[in-house]
């Protein structure tokens, strides 16, 4: 969760005790998860009226296949299967290595 281990839970929750006091501290626990449960509300409706909008043809869309990160590898995992699909082999040009002493092409024209 959030990349937290056990260990920085209890110290957080020890910090919470100290901090807020134990009286007080089911009440913020309460109000806490009535804020994630707005939150998925909000999202949940979020992502219902998005679907919505933009019809039938994105019935299975999700909210995290908006992320760009999420985008590209679904297009490069698409483009990789369908090369291999294809039997092209893979898309990458190995280079080849030069003999010992060999200088490199060159082109006075690239920039």
Known sequence: MFGIGFGELLVIAFVAVVVFGPD?????????????RQVRRFADSARDEL????GP????LELRDLDPRQIVRKHIT???ADDEGNG??????VA???????????DDEAT
């Not at 679907?51 to 933009?54: D, G, H, I, T, V």
């Not at 092209?88 to 040009?93: I, L, S, Y």
């Open 24 to 36: 007080r501290l089911p009440g913020l626990a309460r109000q806490a998860g009535q804020l994630v």
């Open 51 to 54: 679907r919505a909008e933009l």
């Open 57 to 60: 043809e994105y019935a299975d």
């Open 78 to 80: 698409e483009a990789m």
């Open 88 to 93: 092209a082999g893979p898309a990458v040009r």
């Open 96 to 106: 080849e290595t030069l003999p010992a002493g060999e200088r490199p092409p060159f």
